[in-house]
Nanobody
Framework: QVQLVESGGGLVQAGGSLRVSCAAS????????MGWFRQAPGKEREFVAA????????LYADFVKGRFTISRDNAKNTVYLQMSSLKPEDTAVYYC?????????????????WGQGTQVTVSS
């Protein structure tokens, strides 16, 4: 089992920046991929970004390219999502997820472990 705990969410003004973190524990995740997803009120959960732990290769949804950066700290077993140039439409609960197969693709069903989510609110 892998436990994921997100932190760092909050309220930020449009155009601002915020970094959310996801700490993993429970087992070694050196071969896993880690992803960030989000769910806005009344909408389905959607893919935001993913990173493969093995080689650091990252994948982004088109709507965050150039604004968000996913990274990981192997020593801390933690993955980050740095968000910049935030827009009100980025308001959502952001979820961290772990893919034990290491693919890091934008397919939710490939992620076996999920965190509880952290709220990000962007005011206009």
């Amino acid at each position: 089992q892998v436990q994921l705990v997100e932190s760092g969410g909050g309220l930020v003004q449009a155009g601002g920046s915020l970094r959310v973190s996801c700490a993993a524990s429970g087992r070694t995740i050196s071969s896993y991929a880690m992803g960030w997803f989000r769910q806005a009120p009344g909408k389905e959960r959607e893919f935001v970004a993913a990173i493969r732990w093995s080689d650091g290769r990252a994948l982004y949804a088109d709507f965050v390219k150039g604004r968000f950066t996913i990274s990981r700290d192997n020593a801390k077993n933690t993955v980050y999502l740095q968000m910049s140039s935030l827009k009100p439409e980025d308001t959502a609960v952001y979820y961290c997820a772990a893919d034990p197969r290491g693919w890091g693709r934008p397919k939710q069903h490939e992620y076996d472990y999920w965190g509880q989510g952290t709220q990000v609110t962007v005011s206009s």
